[in-house]
């Protein structure tokens, strides 16, 4: 499976951290993030803007299948992935979900898309999510991590590019350290308990990375790069620090954007293009649920 384009778009409003909040100097060092990005309108207008020079005439003709990843749904009913189709000018004949995910959706989008791409041929994911929305307003710690953004990644079938790797976790007994519950639960806002979750992304996310790593080690495979949610620095940080020297591979962007949730990783890639003649690259996603998929793609 072969990634044709990308593209992203954030909220229209940056929000200045130093300027919103007083004696924000030391949150804003641990988190590495000076501004957040939200937006008027919701995730369709977002996603919208991420899918533009990517859909055009000549792709609506080959776009076969639409995932859109999101967690900031506009509409109960209809699947929003179906409204989105109609808003970008899609054939009526595609076939499209939503895939309910956070921080691990889009690498668990890419896994769904790799195993459907030889049918479908060309396809289309879209992540986007409005967090700011979910945030109570006297949260500061998660006010000033998330930001409101969509991203639009493009594929063609290609036998010769592939995931070679893939593990996943899934573990509903930490649902109370991340959740935005339909009840009064926490009033209805986003609760994080974020220490916790630096805990299981140390204890279980790091060695998963470390087993993608030494399966690429035992195949001979050279990493070009490591792509990992771009939930902090905090978070990017520990994690390039407990992979030792491998943790140089990996990128970070999310002092320009903050934590734009199911983004951050398509936004990354935006930004640092993979160069599959280089070598493979390595996904993590990991967050909400608690959830955490690695994959080697190349």
């Known amino acids: 499976m072969e990634i044709l384009a990308s593209n992203f778009s954030l909220g229209e409003n940056e929000i200045c951290l130093n300027e919103k909040y007083k004696d924000v100097e030391r949150l804003v060092e641990k988190t590495g993030i000076q501004s957040v990005w939200e937006t008027n309108g919701n995730i369709i207008s977002l996603a919208v803007k991420s899918c533009k020079d990517i859909v055009n005439d000549q792709s609506k003709k080959e776009i076969n299948i639409l995932i859109l990843v999101t967690q900031s749904p506009h509409d109960f009913l209809p699947a929003n992935s179906i409204t989105l189709a109609n808003e970008l000018g899609l054939k009526n004949t ?19 898309m790799n195993h459907l791409i030889s049918t479908y041929k060309t396809g289309l994911i879209v992540t986007a999510d409005c967090y700011r929305g979910k945030l109570h307003p006297d949260d500061r710690s998660t006010n000033a991590v998330f930001s ?60 998963q990375i470390n087993n993608a790593i030494k399966y690429c080690n035992d195949n001979l495979l050279n990493i070009s790069g490591i792509y990992i949610h771009q939930a902090s620095k905090v978070v990017v940080e ?61």
């Open 148 to 207: 409101d953004g969509a991203a639009a990644m493009l594929f063609k079938e290609n036998k010769s590019i592939k995931i070679l790797f893939e593990d996943t976790i899934t573990d509903g007994s930490k649902r109370d350290w991340l959740y935005q519950s339909t009840s009064n639960e926490n009033k209805g806002y986003l609760h994080m308990s974020g220490s916790e979750i630096w805990i299981f992304t140390r204890k279980r996310v790091v060695p």
């Open 238 to 298: 520990g994690i390039k620090n407990a992979l030792g020297n491998h943790g140089e591979l990996i990128l970070e962007n999310y002092m320009h954007y903050g934590n734009t949730v199911s983004s951050t990783i398509p936004i990354l890639i935006n930004d640092y293009p993979i160069m599959t003649n280089k070598g493979v690259v390595i996904f993590a996603g990991f967050g909400v649920g608690l959830t955490s998929t690695v994959i080697v793609y190349g």
């Open 94 to 112: 595609i076939f499209t979900f939503d895939f309910n995910q956070g921080c691990s959706g889009f690498v668990q989008a890419f896994l769904v």
